[in-house]
C-alpha cells in the first residue's frame, strides 16, 4: 500500500478529541504533533498517549475553535512554531441537546458555530497555510475534516447537529474541489454513530448505539487508511454508504417516523 501521508508536523485541532487523538497516534511515529484545545493545561493524557506512540515531540497549544476572529493569528503561530505541517486533522466539535435547542435558539446557534461555521473558517485558514507550503514530491499537506452520517439525511431527532453536518459535508466537498491539483489533499471522513465521551451522556439516557456503531479506536484506523490511500472520502463503516444511499429514497411520512 502506497503511503500518502505528506512530510511535516501532525495538527491536531481538538485536541481533547477521542477520535483526533486515536488519529494523531496513528500519524505520530517519527513526527512532532501539535495538541490544539481550548484548555491545552489538561492535555496530559493525551501527551502521554502520542509520546508512547513515537511522537518525536508533543506541543499543547491554546486554541479556542470559536473565536473565529483568531484563527488566523493562531495558524500564523503555528507555522511559525513548528514549520511544515504535514497532516492537520480537524476534530472539534459538540453533540448539543437536542431537547435544550429546540427550546433555547442560543443553544442551537451554539452548535452551529462550533459544529460548522467555526470548522468553514479554520479549514479555509488550513488551506492557506498549506497552499504557502513548497511541495514534496508534489504534496503540499493533508486536511482530514470529520463530517457524519448524521448528516446524509437529517432526523427529526437530532436535526440541529445534523443540519450543521449536512452544510459541513457540502462545504468540505466543494473545498476539496477547489483544492483539487494544489498539493493538497482533502480526505472527508463520514463516520455513524460513534461509542465513546461524546456520546456517553446521550448512552445513559437510554438511547442505545445505532446499527454499525464503532468505537473511536475503528474509526481512527479506517480513517487513517484512506489517507494513506489518497481517498478523498471514506464511510466508516463502508457497509453505510449503500444504506445511506437507499435512504435518501425513503417517503418523508415515513422519514419523519424514524427513531434516533
Given at each position: 500500500?502506497?503511503?500518502?501521508?505528506?512530510?511535516?508536523?501532525?495538527?491536531?485541532?481538538?485536541?481533547?478529541?477521542?477520535?483526533?487523538?486515536?488519529?494523531?497516534?496513528?500519524?505520530?511515529?517519527?513526527?512532532?504533533?501539535?495538541?490544539?484545545?481550548?484548555?491545552?493545561?489538561?492535555?496530559?493524557?493525551?501527551?502521554?498517549?502520542?509520546?508512547?506512540?513515537?511522537?518525536?515531540?508533543?506541543?499543547?497549544?491554546?486554541?479556542?475553535?470559536?473565536?473565529?476572529?483568531?484563527?488566523?493569528?493562531?495558524?500564523?503561530?503555528?507555522?511559525?512554531?513548528?514549520?511544515?505541517?504535514?497532516?492537520?486533522?480537524?476534530?472539534?466539535?459538540?453533540?448539543?441537546?437536542?431537547?435544550?435547542?429546540?427550546?433555547?435558539?442560543?443553544?442551537?446557534?451554539?452548535?452551529?458555530?462550533?459544529?460548522?461555521?467555526?470548522?468553514?473558517?479554520?479549514?479555509?485558514?488550513?488551506?492557506?497555510?498549506?497552499?504557502?507550503?513548497?511541495?514534496?514530491?508534489?504534496?503540499?499537506?493533508?486536511?482530514?475534516?470529520?463530517?457524519?452520517?448524521?448528516?446524509?439525511?437529517?432526523?427529526?431527532?437530532?436535526?440541529?447537529?445534523?443540519?450543521?453536518?449536512?452544510?459541513?459535508?457540502?462545504?468540505?466537498?466543494?473545498?476539496?474541489?477547489?483544492?483539487?491539483?494544489?498539493?493538497?489533499?482533502?480526505?472527508?471522513?463520514?463516520?455513524?454513530?460513534?461509542?465513546?465521551?461524546?456520546?456517553?451522556?446521550?448512552?445513559?439516557?437510554?438511547?442505545?448505539?445505532?446499527?454499525?456503531?464503532?468505537?473511536?479506536?475503528?474509526?481512527?484506523?479506517?480513517?487513517?487508511?484512506?489517507?494513506?490511500?489518497?481517498?478523498?472520502?471514506?464511510?466508516?463503516?463502508?457497509?453505510?454508504?449503500?444504506?445511506?444511499?437507499?435512504?435518501?429514497?425513503?417517503?418523508?411520512?415515513?422519514w419523519r417516523r424514524m427513531p434516533r
Amino acid at each position: 500500500m502506497t503511503d500518502r501521508i505528506p512530510d511535516g508536523a501532525v495538527l491536531l485541532l481538538g485536541g481533547r478529541s477521542e477520535v483526533g487523538t486515536e488519529v494523531a497516534g496513528r500519524l505520530a511515529p517519527g513526527r512532532d504533533v501539535i495538541l490544539a484545545a481550548r484548555r491545552p493545561e489538561y492535555l496530559d493524557e493525551q501527551i502521554t498517549l502520542l509520546r508512547d506512540a513515537g511522537a518525536t515531540g508533543v506541543f499543547p497549544i491554546a486554541f479556542d475553535a470559536d473565536r473565529t476572529d483568531e484563527h488566523a493569528a493562531f495558524l500564523a503561530e503555528v507555522a511559525d512554531r513548528f514549520g511544515r505541517i504535514g497532516v492537520a486533522v480537524v476534530a472539534f466539535g459538540i453533540l448539543g441537546d437536542q431537547a435544550r435547542a429546540e427550546e433555547d435558539p442560543q443553544h442551537a446557534v451554539q452548535i452551529a458555530q462550533t459544529d460548522y461555521v467555526a470548522q468553514v473558517s479554520i479549514l479555509l485558514g488550513l488551506s492557506k497555510l498549506l497552499r504557502a507550503q513548497e511541495p514534496r514530491e508534489g504534496r503540499r499537506g493533508a486536511i482530514v475534516a470529520f463530517s457524519s452520517v448524521a448528516g446524509v439525511r437529517v432526523r427529526k431527532a437530532n436535526f440541529v447537529y445534523g443540519s450543521t453536518k449536512a452544510g459541513l459535508d457540502g462545504f468540505v466537498q466543494g473545498f476539496a474541489d477547489s483544492l483539487h491539483g494544489s498539493g493538497v489533499q482533502v480526505l472527508l471522513a463520514r463516520p455513524g454513530f460513534i461509542v465513546g465521551a461524546m456520546t456517553r451522556d446521550l448512552m445513559a439516557s437510554g438511547v442505545a448505539p445505532a446499527p454499525f456503531s464503532r468505537t473511536a479506536p475503528q474509526v481512527a484506523e479506517a480513517t487513517v487508511r484512506a489517507l494513506r490511500r489518497g481517498r478523498r472520502a471514506v464511510w466508516i463503516p463502508g457497509v453505510l454508504r449503500p444504506l445511506y444511499a437507499g435512504l435518501r429514497f425513503v417517503p418523508q411520512a415515513l422519514w419523519r417516523r424514524m427513531p434516533r
